[in-house]
């Protein structure tokens, strides 16, 4: 079993920066790919950015694309979501999630992880 702790929510305006953490515990986090993923009050839970196991290979989805950054310590076990230029758009429960597939891709639906943290909440005002 991995277990998954996300931090670093909050409320900020828009504009502002955030960064999420999210520590690994349980087993060997080098093995997993990493997504971070969220999900807004009536919508469905949607990829935000997502590393692969080796690190090679990173994802982003167009909504988040030069305003986020996804990196990962192997060393500490933790996976990060650097937040920049926060826009209202950006509000909802971020999860962080690990796949187990040994993929060169991120996948980049919610289907192939198979441990998620329990969710930071970001809110960005306007």
């Known amino acids: 079993q991995l277990q998954l702790v996300e931090s670093g929510g909050g409320l900020v305006q828009a504009g502002g920066s955030l960064l999420l953490s999210c520590a690994a515990s349980?087993?060997?986090?080098?093995?997993?790919?990493m997504g971070w993923f969220r999900q807004a009050p009536g919508k469905e839970r949607e990829i935000v950015a997502g590393?692969?196991?080796?690190?090679?290979?990173?994802y982003y989805a167009d909504s988040v694309k030069g305003r986020f950054t996804i990196s990962r310590d192997n060393a500490k076990n933790t996976v990060y979501l650097q937040m920049n230029s926060l826009k209202p758009e950006d509000t909802a429960v971020y999860y962080c999630?690990?796949?187990?597939?040994?993929?060169?891709?991120?996948?980049?639906?919610?289907?192939?992880?198979?441990?998620w943290g329990q969710g930071t909440q970001v809110t960005v005002s306007s």
């Open positions: 349980g087993r060997t986090f080098s093995n997993y790919a």
């Open positions: 590393v692969s196991w080796s690190g090679d290979s990173t």
């Open positions: 999630a690990a796949d187990r597939g040994r993929t060169t891709a991120v996948e980049v639906t919610s289907k192939p992880y198979d441990y």
